[in-house]
């Protein structure tokens, strides 16, 4: 492959998502849904675009710490890049200075996240392929190639990887074409935003039960009682035999969780969404234990940090649903990793989406999934959430509840470009007549 990155750029992107309570939840009551996006530019004039996912505040800092990674990616021959990614994405997170403020966690790990998103897009782009398709062709052997097994060789090794995929390439062409067929299952979160009154709860149930969605997630956490009275009305509309999820967002303690949820077991809830501190194994472990015989399972890993945590929650028996996150991991190659791992264990994968962007990268995980690695749709569905969807230039589609697959070259993550000049923070149109306007108080950002 011609060509080496010569730039990198990188925007502090914010839309006023706090204004509706779009988003809203126990812990995170007013997000301003938000990204660091970063363009890469190539010798030849190829863009590859990525991001990470920020609620607002700090997004600044996301920004710098992909300048701090500037110069690991500029001047780099894609052929080397793509050639050998595990080694080059190790490169990328081992940087004996910049490490230390890491590893492989936080803002440093977002900020990779960006950039690797980003590689993948361009990659895809140059083969001509939606990111998927790029991953469904390559050999177990490429595919493995791509990820770091440094840390997490005690779970699977790379040779049990490639054993594993290769028992998979039989039916490929058929999971390929039945998904071309019929999607990739969803369930919708947008009917239950805490800042949501109880009548547009309702309103919004039978608006995607009218689209075809059959499984829901709504927020909880802030009173027992207060619950009750979303759940009891969420579940009648949905009726009983549609799946219902809850997500508490790190609300609580652990006992706390366990006795708040068995206050909420005559709702028939398919699973509870991070219960508590999210690098929490071990208690993850305890709620889980204590849950079985309610039929809940757990849920966690949207903020779950890197490949180790998720190899620590699977040995420990922490989550019966995992929650890969497309930009809090360090980007495909590390989401490969665990997507294999929880395999292994026999956990079904669920990817974490909604915020900006996530919906349109998660799927091609998960499509990717189901046609090479685990070949099972069972308990398997992406999470849906239906805003911000307009600002990419390849939006995902849904029909009938379920995610139709992206036939465009790259990772769906380019924004069109007026979107960028209208929510770039804090100088887009959009945010300068905000200021003007009141609603928002204009930042003193650092210099
Ligand atoms: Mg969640």
Known sequence: MEGKITNVDVKDVRFPTSLTGDGSDAMHTDPDYSCAYVILTTSEGDKGYGLTFTIGKGTEVVVAAVKALQSLVIGKFLKNIFGDFGNFWRELTSDSQLRWIGPEKGVIHLATAAVINALWDLWAKKENKPLWKLLVDMTPEQLVSTIDFRYISDAITKEEAIAYLKKKESGKKERETELRNVGYPAYCTS???????????????????????????????????????????????????????VDANQKWDVDEAISWMKEL????????????SPDDVLGHAAISKALKPYGIGVATGEQC????????????????????????????????????MAAKFGIPVCPHAGGVGLCELVQHLSIWDFISASSSLDNRMIEYVEHLHEHFEAPVVMNNGRYTLPLSPGYSTKMKDQTISDYEYPDGNVWKKMFLEGKFTEPQLPK
């Open 191 to 245: 009917v239950g935003w805490i800042g949501y009154s109880d009548e547009k709860i309702k309103m919004l149930c039978k608006e995607k039960l009218s689209e075809g969605f059959t499984a829901f997630k709504a927020k909880v956490g802030q009173s027992v009682k207060d619950d009750k009275r979303r759940l009891s009305l969420i579940r009648k509309e949905i009726g009983e035999s549609n799946l219902l999820m």
């Open 265 to 276: 077991t005559e709702f028939n809830l398919l699973w509870i969404e991070e219960p508590t």
């Open 305 to 340: 940090q890197n490949r180790v945590m998720f190899k620590q929650m699977l040995q420990a028996g922490s989550l019966q649903f995992c929650q890969i996150d497309s930009c809090r991991l360090g980007g495909v190659n590390e989401i490969l990793s665990v997507y294999l």
